[in-house]
C-alpha cells in the first residue's frame, strides 16, 4: 500500500525566515497531497492542496511543490511568523481509494 | 468547510468497555471518514463510509470496531471491548472525495 515519508521531524527557523517541509510517497497512482497544520490540542486544519495535474499552487505565503517523477512534493512556508508554529503532516490519496495516507509530521517553531 | 461536531470530547473508560463515539456532519456529504492519531504520532486511517455503506477499512479496524449511521444524519463509531492501545483522539471528517475537513475530535483515554 502507499507510504508517504515526512521530513524533516522537527524545523527551527527565525521568524522572518522561510520553512520547507519534504514528503515523498511510493505509489504512483497517488494524484491528491494535501497538508495539514495542527496546534496543540487541536484538530489537523488543511491548510492547501495539489492535485498531480499541476505542479505548484500558491496561497499568501505558502506554496506547494509536486515532482511525480520524484514522487515527491514539498511545503514552503515564507516569511514565517510565531503563529506559523505547529505540527505539518502531509498526505496523499488516490482516485480509487480517496482515504488519506498520512506521514509522521514535521514540527515546526519559529522564534521571534 | 464543513462543520461537523463530535460528542463526547473526552471519553474515559476502562479496559474491556464499549464506547461509542458521534459525529454529527452540519450538511450532507458523500464520503465520511474515520480517523484515529495517538498521542504524538501521525493521523491513522480508520474506515471511510459512502452511501451507507462501509467502502474501505484499514487494519486497524478490525472486529472490535463498527461503524453506523442510525438516524441518516449522525454517524458513530463503536468499539465494543476497549483495550489501552486504543486510547487516541478519533477524528470524524466528512469529504467530497479526498478533499477532507476533520471534526474537532472526541479523545479517547482507556484505563
Known amino acids: 500500500g502507499e507510504n508517504v515519508e515526512q521530513h524533516p521531524s522537527t524545523l527551527s527557523v527565525q521568524e522572518g525566515d522561510s520553512a520547507v517541509i519534504k514528503c515523498t510517497y511510493s505509489d504512483s497512482a497517488s494524484n491528491y497531497f494535501p497538508w495539514y497544520k495542527q496546534e496543540l490540542g487541536k484538530r489537523p486544519q488543511l491548510i492547501i492542496d495539489i492535485r498531480s495535474n499541476v505542479g505548484e499552487k500558491k496561497d499568501q505565503r505558502i506554496a506547494v511543490t509536486l515532482n511525480k517523477t520524484a514522487k515527491h512534493f514539498s511545503l514552503h512556508i515564507t516569511e514565517t511568523q510565531p503563529e506559523d508554529s505547529a505540527v505539518y503532516f502531509c498526505a496523499a490519496s488516490m482516485d480509487s481509494s480517496y482515504k488519506l495516507i498520512f506521514g509522521s509530521g514535521t514540527r515546526l517553531l519559529v522564534r521571534p | 468547510e464543513p462543520e461537523v461536531t463530535q460528542t463526547p470530547s473526552h471519553q474515559v473508560t476502562q479496559m474491556g468497555q464499549e464506547v461509542i463515539l458521534r459525529c454529527v456532519p452540519i450538511?450532507?456529504?458523500?464520503?465520511f471518514y474515520w480517523y484515529r492519531q495517538i498521542l504524538g504520532q501521525k493521523v491513522e486511517f480508520l474506515v471511510s463510509f459512502y452511501n451507507n455503506e462501509i467502502s474501505e477499512k484499514s487494519e486497524i479496524f478490525d472486529d472490535q470496531f463498527s461503524v453506523e449511521r442510525p438516524d441518516g444524519s449522525n454517524f458513530t463509531l463503536k468499539i465494543r471491548s476497549t483495550k489501552l492501545e486504543d486510547s487516541a483522539m478519533y477524528f470524524c471528517?466528512?469529504?467530497?472525495?479526498?478533499?477532507?475537513?476533520f471534526g474537532p475530535g472526541t479523545r479517547l483515554t482507556v484505563l
Open positions: 471528517a466528512p469529504g467530497e472525495y479526498n478533499e477532507q475537513f
Open positions: 450538511s450532507n456529504h458523500l464520503y
